[in-house]
Antibody, heavy 124, light 106 residues
């Protein structure tokens, strides 16, 4: 069974750093991308970025460029989303999702399997 | 950036109704569009990709159509488990979600 298992809920203070994880299993981890999506309380889905574990190629939404870092450790089939200095406005649910390529060159990626999400709460 | 606009934002319907949600892209995205369903407290679930291809295991009452800039998701006969929020997402150039359509009980 294809699964993405995300790390547990986090409660942090403003200014602290944080790294959350997303571990893939049941498929060839390096053959798919991993995307990250933010959902603020009561709001819609926002695409943050994607990483391709095979070569660590990473792309960010302009809204999140410079605000977060996406990384991967393919030896343990795990992708990460990290912040160096959290703000209260980073409080949200964060989802990772497997990104499946389609199209003649496989260059169009949609999200077919999702993790259950990691809640991040930032409060003083 | 390609912007995605869904309508309506909220839709009130009854079990058995035929329901249609529209998603418009700010420029042509061919058929590089996906639809997701999200229930409260749950992760999104893929329903349709490439505008009209039903994901494995998704009931056939869900239908996607469209190309270019206008797309629709139709639920032919609304079931109790279909009350949820639906999002479109373009994956033609970068990625962008629509703002969501909440389907609620009338």
């Amino acid at each position: 069974e294809v699964q993405l298992v995300q790390s547990g809920a986090e409660v942090k203070k403003p200014g602290e750093s944080l790294k959350i994880s997303c571990k893939g299993s049941g498929y060839s981890f390096t053959s798919y991308g991993i995307g990250w999506v933010r959902q603020m309380p009561g709001k819609g889905l926002e695409w943050m970025g994607i990483i391709f574990p095979g070569d660590s190629d990473t792309r960010y939404s302009p809204s999140f460029q410079g605000q977060v870092t996406i990384s991967v450790d393919k030896s343990i089939s795990t992708a990460y989303l990290q912040w160096s200095s959290l703000k209260a406005s980073d409080s949200a649910m964060y989802y990772c999702a497997r990104c499946l390529g389609s199209g003649r060159l496989g260059q169009y990626y949609y999200m077919d399997v999702w993790g259950k999400g990691t809640t991040v709460t930032v409060s003083s | 950036d390609i912007q995605m606009t869904q309508s309506p934002s909220t839709l009130s319907a009854s079990v058995g109704d035929r329901v249609t949600i529209t998603c418009r892209a700010s420029q042509s995205i061919s058929t590089w569009l996906a639809w997701y369903q999200q229930k409260p407290g749950k992760a999104p679930k893929l329903l349709i990709y490439k505008a009209s291809t039903l994901e494995s295991g998704v009931p056939s009452r869900f239908t996607g159509s469209g190309s270019g800039t206008v797309f629709t998701l139709t639920i032919s006969s609304l079931q109790p488990e279909d009350f949820a929020t639906y999002y479109c997402q373009q994956y033609s150039s970068s990625w962008m979600f629509g703002q969501g359509t909440k389907v609620e009980i009338k």
